[in-house]
């Protein structure tokens, strides 16, 4: 029997204010764990483990995992098999990368049994099509920054093209979910057709100046950089006590607090070198029970993307 490999393949957040569907950003942690040993033929899930296991499917042509996997396995013409297990550490619906982290994990995993064959690039795009197929649109904004790590720009998706910057290092996340489901889909479906030119001119503003300031480790800027008139406004209605959640991040010291992806997670940027971010985490998640949702909370810094465990 051949050796497992394991995988790591952390969670991401996506948009950061202006950038929808373009920026992402690995977190150190939580991550998923992909597992899986090379056999004689076939694609095989043998197990799915972890929280909302029990919602993703088995069958590996319906699972973003193997759909990445087989992608990967097919353009560096693999001759063999592979037997994959997987144990889940980020629940789906939840706007931190669930489906991208599997996604990144299976094309990842097919990487290393391949001997690294393919060009990083195009092992970021194998994922982004198990991404497509998954949650029906090929969206790059998780599965860059989950393989690449860092902070990551989607150029342009045809011809694919994606930038890496490394984040400063003092930029602390802190990463609040509230027990509440939304689907990509759904909160794709409430986004308008349309955008006014006023508002594209502020998205591009914001844009632009968020890559200036993490290129050049402005965290203040950073902070005013992150702005989103569109996006997060129609999506707001579906995650409850956002905006309250958001204000007591940033009483209690965040440089901005955003919704993350897609929702429900609440994202909150903080100076490490001068910020706790345990006392912002504690106020997100304050706001959350007092309204009686439960709220998990992560205090973290930006990744190094999927790794061998
Ligand atoms: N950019 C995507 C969205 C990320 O906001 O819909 C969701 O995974």
């Known amino acids: 029997m051949s050796e497992w490999v394991r995988i790591a393949a952390p969670a991401t957040t996506s948009n950061i204010g202006a950038g929808f569907d373009v920026f992402g950003l690995a ?18 899930i043998s197990s799915i483990e972890g929280p909302g296991a029990e919602l993703i499917p088995t069958d590996p042509d319906k699972n973003s995992v193997t759909i990445a996997l087989k992608e990967v396995l097919k353009r560096a013409g693999a ?13 789906p619906g939840s706007g931190m990368g669930s489906s991208g982290a ?19 690039n195009e092992v970021v795009m194998c994922a982004a099509v198990a991404e497509g197929y998954t949650s029906g649109t090929m969206h790059a904004d998780n599965v860059a920054p989950c393989i690449l790590g860092g902070f990551t720009i989607i150029r342009s998706y045809e011809p694919f093209e994606v930038l890496r910057i490394e984040p400063p290092k003092n930029l602390g996340l802190v990463v609040a979910l509230p027990d509440v489901v939304v689907m990509t889909a759904d909160s794709r479906a409430v986004l308008p057709e349309t955008v006014r030119i006023k508002d594209l001119v502020y998205h591009v503003g914001h844009a ?9 480790g402005d965290l203040s800027l950073i902070g005013r950089s992150v702005g989103d008139v569109v996006f997060e406004p129609a999506r707001s209605k579906l995650i409850p006590h956002l905006k309250e959640a958001e204000n007591a991040a940033m009483n209690h010291g965040a440089l901005v607090s955003f919704l993350g992806g897609s929702g429900p997670c609440v994202m909150s940027f903080y100076d490490k070198d001068t910020h706790n971010g345990e006392i912002i985490a504690e106020s997100v998640k304050k706001v959350f029970n007092e309204n009686g949702l439960k709220c998990d909370v992560w205090v973290t810094e930006c990744g190094t993307g999927c790794r061998r465990l």
């Open 27 to 44: 977190f150190h942690e939580p991550h998923d764990i992909i597992e899986g040993r090379k056999i004689d033929s076939g694609i095989v």
């Open 79 to 91: 001759d063999f098999g592979v037997e994959v297990r997987i144990i889940k550490g980020i629940r």
């Open 102 to 120: 599997s996604s990144a994990g299976g094309a990842y995993l097919g990487h290393i049994l391949t001997g690294e064959k393919l060009p990083i």
């Open 208 to 216: 632009s100046s968020l890559v200036y300031a993490m290129m050049s």
